[in-house]
């Protein structure tokens, strides 16, 4: 069977390679794998899923269609469709949230989780009516757990302010979220008067540089309450002042006389008078806020000569950083509230000028930026060149992040001139980057944010990133043989080194440095004779015959050197080496090498054959590793006939991983169980004694084990006899559960389960042991499928350990005891509460207790540590 990958790279070759003279061939091309990025982008997938091609056109505007609970658990994320409230992922949450200073309230949600679906029409109203004061987005962890667990979310639904990634604790009630997220806001209004409004609108710099709204107040029912001028001075912060002039009869200002006494009236810059006010008709914050932007100038449009002198300018660098919008009124796309949204680009980047250029008015007509759709923002550089925003997402706040980005990065949509010269360098002091990519490709519009994160210099050496549309520029990326998107090569010194595929800044970085400073030895005859061939006893050599036009050999290069990094970093018995075949026939044909890549193992013990990888694997850095750690030294004892006395006979426990040679499985696994042997050293330094012994048991090697192709993991408590009938003990065996990951962490959740431990187990005591006790507690509310959970349990024996004799621990299963965790008022899981204890015996605690929102051990017990101090000194300041 052909993989997805192995055909389009066929139809690939078979399109450019078997069709050189065909001038179709790159558009074909084009067109197939079009249709398997649509497949990788799990975005563009759920559209085509909802609404077929037509919901991969540019101008879709799907949506406001509410499906059932059993839809979207199966489906997509629960707020995937609502147009106010925005899905994030790992993708774009650094850019969208951290780097742009909004206020965000976000929900992090599993389509799973049952009190989600509750919050669901709640959180749709909240976004509703703080549309335009704050950013409401949405993650579902279920999707995206990496991200949740980054930012510390234990349990779902959490609701989470940013920046300062608070944390909201209170009813799920939507006049209590709004309050909550209300009092977040930062902004400024002004009680403005007849004394002050000449000083605020045309001498305090601050001030007199913006228009102002103000509302002429005289009666409640007639003015914005509280609540709705926050919301409007959000909505309108960098763009306009919010002042409240006071016209009761009792408290009328002369400047109600004077102007107006009633109603909200907007007001150009340095002009607070009759003459000039413009009457807005509304009390609605929304109404108000798009009747302002529709008064407010348009975005100026350059002229041809400001034009042509920009483009001359541009190559050397411009004295003020330029962003130019380019149109075609027949072809622009953009509704009319994305239009006035787009007036508030010049208050928001006030060091920045601002144009807009019809490209049929120009007599160039854009044609050095290949613009093939309408409106394109380009950022003009005072470091020279200039960035187009190939991005879709043409909201103001997708613009904005744009600009923010494009500002501080070097990176440049490169000129043929620019592209050639780049090829041309053989400088050592300077490394040029260059992505070739189409704009309608996912994963290339993914990674131009990365690109931009790249430093300029790196271990003294100048670092140049450009972009390429291939679309644009046909010809150049077919001369330069790409077969795929994206595709990024770094040219160092005359010679090419290509990545393949979306890759991290970090990457990107690690690629650079691997360039520099080789993971992967280049062999040749006499370095592979010298060093492989010869290698000392206990030296692994890992060897990849490659040939340099090979395609899964360019997809294996990066995985490799990141394999190697890893592995060389923590073993230093193992080296790893490459041999170019086209380069080294000879050698390569000695070695029985017939196929592209081939990747072999040379072992550390001199008499044993080298072994090649197996082909029927994943070529990714950790199946390779999997593969490489499994001939390396372990911690971990193998064991044959010997398990009936060393461990059936032993009086210490054992863990055995009972496993077959041939079981895919269990070689995968293998690493895991390497780790549970480090682990376990862990384990013994927190209880002060050996926790267990650790071994493999061959099914080879054992005459009555029946053949089986999942690996099965089994732990042997032993319990000495207190009389000498039996000297070889009791034991009992404990399998491993069968539906549990087989990774480190659970493995060590799992054993430390059947360990002694300082963690009660609490039901219905709760009531009378915790809540009557006037000892302080901790107790973890958990359920036994939540993988939060099992994860944390280690942590909490920590800290059972940490503050044994000082606190009293506990954990209590909700599955098994609704009652106490819904008196408790346990919404999350793992909830870990604090219970102070009581002031006076026979009276009880509340059930609450003290929410704790971390599971880093130190941390937990810094907060019970200062609690109890504050608890003890309030209680003696009452006696």
Not at 56 to 76: E, P, T, V
Request: glycine residues 6%; aromatic residues 12%.
């Amino acid at each position: 069977m052909v993989r997805p990958f192995e055909k389009r790279k066929r139809q690939s070759l078979f399109i450019n390679n078997k069709n050189p003279d065909d001038p179709d061939a790159h558009a074909n091309f084009i067109k197939i794998n079009r249709a398997y990025e649509v497949l990788k982008d799990e975005e563009l997938r759920k559209k085509y899923d909802q609404f077929g091609e037509a919901g991969l056109k540019d101008d879709f505007q799907g949506g406001n269609q509410y499906q059932s609970w059993q839809f979207y658990r199966d489906n997509f994320g629960i707020y995937d469709d609502d147009p106010e409230i925005v899905t994030l992922s790992r993708a774009d949450f650094q850019q969208a949230v951290v780097d742009s200073g909004d206020l965000w309230f976000i929900n992090f949600y599993s389509t799973f989780c049952g009190h989600c679906h509750q919050l669901a029409p709640t959180w749709r109203e909240l976004a509703r009516q703080m549309e335009g004061v704050i950013r409401i987005g949405a993650v579902n962890c279920a999707e995206d757990p990496m991200l949740c667990q980054s930012h510390q979310v234990m349990g779902y639904p959490s609701l989470v302010a940013f920046p300062e990634r608070l944390f909201y604790q209170g009813p799920r009630e939507l006049n209590k979220l709004v309050e909550f997220i209300m009092s977040k806001l930062n902004v400024e209004m002004h009680r403005v008067t007849f004394k002050n409004f000449e000083a605020l609108s045309t001498e305090w710099v601050k001030y007199a540089g913006k228009p102002w709204v103000i509302d002429f107040c005289d009666d409640e029912e007639y003015c914005l309450s509280k609540i709705n001028r926050r919301k409007l001075a959000a909505m309108l912060d960098g763009l306009a002042n919010i002042g409240t002039v006071k016209c009761p009869e009792v408290q009328r200002d002369l400047l109600c006389k004077k102007i107006r006494n009633s109603g909200v009236a907007f007001f150009p810059t340095g002009q607070i008078n009759k003459e000039h006010e413009y009457e807005l008709s509304s009390l609605d914050p929304k109404e108000i806020y798009n009747e302002v932007l529709s008064i407010m100038p348009d975005i100026i449009e350059i002229s041809q000569q400001q034009y042509q002198e920009l483009l001359e300018q541009s190559e050397n660098g411009l004295e003020i950083p330029t962003i130019i919008r380019f149109i075609k009124e027949s072809e622009s796309s953009m509704d009319q509230n994305q239009e006035r949204e787009l007036k508030k680009l010049p208050n928001m980047f006030p060091d920045i000028k601002f144009y807009t250029a019809d490209c049929a008015k120009l007599e160039d007509g854009c044609a050095q930026f290949h613009i093939d759709t309408y409106p394109k923002f380009v950022m003009f550089k005072t470091s020279g060149g200039y960035e187009i925003n190939y991005s879709k997402k043409q909201s103001v706040h997708d613009i904005a992040a744009f600009i923010r980005e494009s500002f501080d990065s070097h990176l440049n949509s490169l000129t043929d001139e620019q592209y050639t010269n780049a090829l041309l360098s053989e400088s050592e002091d300077e490394l040029w980057i260059i992505d070739y990519f189409a704009p309608w490709c996912p994963p290339c519009l993914k990674l131009i944010p990365e690109l931009r994160s790249i430093p300029d210099n790196l271990a003294g050496l100048k670092i140049h990133t450009g972009t390429l549309d291939c679309v644009g520029h046909k010809e150049i990326c077919q001369k330069a043989g790409i077969g795929s998107y994206p595709t990024t090569i770094m040219y160092y010194k005359g010679h090419e080194h290509k990545n393949v595929g979306y890759h991290s800044t970090e990457e990107i970085v690690e690629f650079i440095n691997d360039i520099l400073n080789p993971s992967v030895e280049e062999l040749n005859f006499e370095t592979f004779t010298n060093q492989v061939i010869n290698r000392e006893e206990g030296r692994v050599w890992v060897v990849d015959f490659f040939a340099p036009w090979c395609g899964p050999c360019q997809q294996l290069a990066p995985e490799y050197r990141k394999m190697a990094r890893a592995m060389r970093e923590t073993n230093d018995k193992v080296s790893f080496g490459s041999v170019d075949c086209d380069a080294h026939r000879n050698l390569c044909v000695q070695q029985g090498i017939n196929t592209y890549p081939t990747i072999r193992l040379f072992s550390g013990k001199l008499t044993n054959k080298a072994v090649d990888y197996p082909s029927n694997w994943w070529r990714d850095a950790g199946s390779m590793k999997k593969w490489v750690t499994e001939w390396l030294p372990s911690l971990v004892e193998k064991l044959g006939h010997e398990f009936y006395q060393e461990v059936l006979g032993s009086t210490e426990p054992w863990l055995v991983d009972f496993y077959a040679p041939w079981c895919g499985h269990c070689v995968q696994f293998a690493p895991s169980f390497e780790q549970v042997a480090k682990l376990k050293l862990e384990t013994e330094s927190l209880y002060g004694q050996p926790a267990f012994k650790i071994a493999l048991f061959c099914y080879s090697e054992c005459c009555e084990c029946t053949s089986s192709s999942q690996v099965q993991l089994a732990l042997f408590l032993v319990f000495p006899m207190r009389t000498n009938e039996r000297p070889l003990g009791v034991f009992e065996r404990i399998d491993y559960p069968s539906n549990w990951w087989r990774d480190a962490g659970s493995m060590q959740r799992w054993v430390t389960e059947w360990l002694p431990s300082l963690v009660e187990k609490l039901g219905h005591e709760f009531y009378q042991e915790v809540l009557g006790s006037t000892e302080p507690w901790l107790v973890d509310f958990y359920a036994p499928w939540c993988g939060h959970c099992v994860q944390f349990a280690p942590s909490f024996e920590q800290v059972a350990k940490m503050l044994e004799g000082k606190v009293r621990l506990a954990k209590i299963d909700c599955d098994q005891y609704p009652g106490a965790c819904q008196t408790a008022q346990v919404r999350a899981y793992p909830s870990v509460r604090l219970y102070v204890g009581a002031s006076h015996q026979g009276q009880r605690q509340e059930a609450t207790g003290i929410p704790i929102q971390s599971q880093h051990p130190e941390t937990i017990v810094n907060f019970i540590k200062q609690t109890l101090r504050q608890h003890k000194k309030r209680f003696e300041d009452e006696l």
